[in-house]
């Protein structure tokens, strides 16, 4: 039971131990086993200690590289999401400006609009003068005449001469000057 023990627990180092002992040939070989033993345990311990490191290095790595890798997702979310809004807004942007093209459009037709009326209207009313003053004119007769009125004053009608304006008077005073 001794020997199972010891080969299942100690069966290469008891071995690796004992091949040592007989290489060397130690005065107390016992005493140069057991610090042999002492060693490889501690050098066993030492190995595991180091493998649990690296695999905690290693998931440490790995960690890192997730987090990283979640980062830049994050920020190209975020960098199309900056864009979303730009180009959103720009589009807002370029609504309201259409907007503001339409209105000014619909403001200046309705300005055109208007102003053609103004016109019809004052050409239908200068058509209107013209016509009431050929009528008079081709009947040759005065406003009292024609308006045929009992007390209308019955006037002759008067020619009217060009007369100098007040600019050639001026221009002949200087002249003479």
Known sequence: MESIYLQKHFGTCLTQGLAEVA??????PI????????????????????QKEMAELECERELAL????????LKAEELLFQQQQLALQLEL???EKER???EELQRAQEQLEKEMRMNIENLVRSEDTLRSE?????????LAETSGRFGAPNL???EELDEPMFSDVALNMDQDL
């Open 66 to 73: 997730m987090e990283q890798e979640m980062m830049e997702r």
């Open 100 to 102: 503001q093209r339409i």
């Open 23 to 28: 290489k060397v040939h130690p005065a107390d």
């Open 134 to 142: 050929e009528a008079t004119l081709d009947s040759g007769k005065t």
């Open 31 to 50: 005493e140069y086993l057991a610090l042999w033993i002492y060693k490889f345990k501690e050098n066993v311990t030492m190995e595991q200690l180091r």
């Open 93 to 95: 942007e370029m609504q």
């Open 156 to 158: 002759s009608r008067v």
